[in-house]
């Protein structure tokens, strides 16, 4: 399958709990707008999209201030992807990202991306992961869970994150855009390993052997409170 120059829009209108596409899911199912407990399987053997333009707002939340990825109002004016083994099963979707690519209209923008994916509507997994953006290189194993997606909202209090990441740098310009703490901040972190779990402001680092600026190294264990603010941060190391 393959698709070029599509525009894909997605809303959810006031007072609906359902988006638009929910409505064609659950009409597919049984014949009406009601939601029922069938789902509709989709399987894609391979799948090729050229310069989709994808929207998804939600009119039952406002905008977010600050200039990052606004979860409910999400603008990808491009997209770009390989894909195999593509599957829709009800709300979730797996595949194998052969290539990715995108532009969110905040200015966000992932040059390649590659890896198994899971995306569920409480959790995003991806293994053999390697992600480039324009300042950033992430690589090997990052699982996100959330109580639903408004809580991406508020990414650094709300969402659980595991990772092992691998021979990977960590730009703050890119860190920037998931929030608004980060907005004045350029450094780098250059991770040689990264294995941790928790939430942003309340991590909890198992191994890290990683630099910071020109004269930090990290190498160990320890738990980290505060983050992102660095300044702020306190940090109990093992």
Same mark, same amino acid.
């Given at each position: *399958?393959? @698709?070029?120059?599509? /525009? ?42 050229? %310069?989709?333009? &994808?929207?998804? %707002? ?13 979860? +409910? ?7 770009? $992807?390989? #894909? ?6 009800? %709300?979730?979707?797996?595949? +194998?990202?052969? +290539?990715?690519? @995108? ?11 590659? $890896? ?11 293994? /053999? @992961? !390697?992600?480039?953006?324009? +300042? ?11 109580? %639903?997606?408004?809580?991406?909202? /508020? ?16 730009? #703050?310009?890119? @860190? ?15 991770? *040689? ?6 939430? *942003?402001? /309340?991590?909890? *680092? ?19 409170? $505060?983050?992102? !603010?660095?300044?702020?941060? #306190? &940090?109990?190391?093992?």
């Amino acid at each position: *399958v393959s @698709l070029k120059n599509v /525009d894909f829009d997605l809303e959810r209108y006031p007072g609906d709990s359902s988006s638009n596409f929910g409505y064609v899911i659950a009409r597919l199912s049984k014949g009406n707008g009601t939601p029922t407990k069938y789902k509709t399987d989709v399987f894609f053997k391979e799948i090729g999209i050229e %310069n989709l333009h &994808f929207k998804w %707002n939600d009119q039952n939340t406002a905008t977010v201030s600050y200039g990052g990825i606004d979860w +409910n109002h999400v603008d990808v004016k491009r997209f770009d $992807g390989k #894909f195999s083994s593509l599957k829709i099963d009800g %709300n979730d979707v797996s595949a +194998n990202v052969k +290539n990715m690519s @995108l532009n969110e209209t905040c200015g966000f923008r992932i040059s390649q991306m590659v $890896g198994l994916a899971r995306y569920t509507p409480r959790n995003i997994e991806i293994n /053999d @992961l !390697d992600l480039i953006t324009p +300042n950033s290189r992430v690589r090997n194993y990052i699982r996100l869970d959330y109580a %639903n997606t408004d809580s991406m909202t /508020d990414f650094v209090n709300n969402v659980l994150m595991k990772t092992d990441f691998a021979d990977s740098k960590v730009s #703050f310009k890119d @860190l920037k855009y998931f929030t608004s703490e980060l907005k004045d901040k350029t450094e780098d972190v250059n991770i *040689v390993r990264l294995k941790a779990t928790g939430k *942003v402001n /309340d991590l909890h *680092v198992s191994e890290i052997i990683a630099s910071y600026g020109k004269f930090s190294i990290l190498k160990g264990r320890a738990d980290m409170q $505060g983050l992102p !603010d660095f300044d702020k941060t #306190f &940090f109990a190391a093992r």
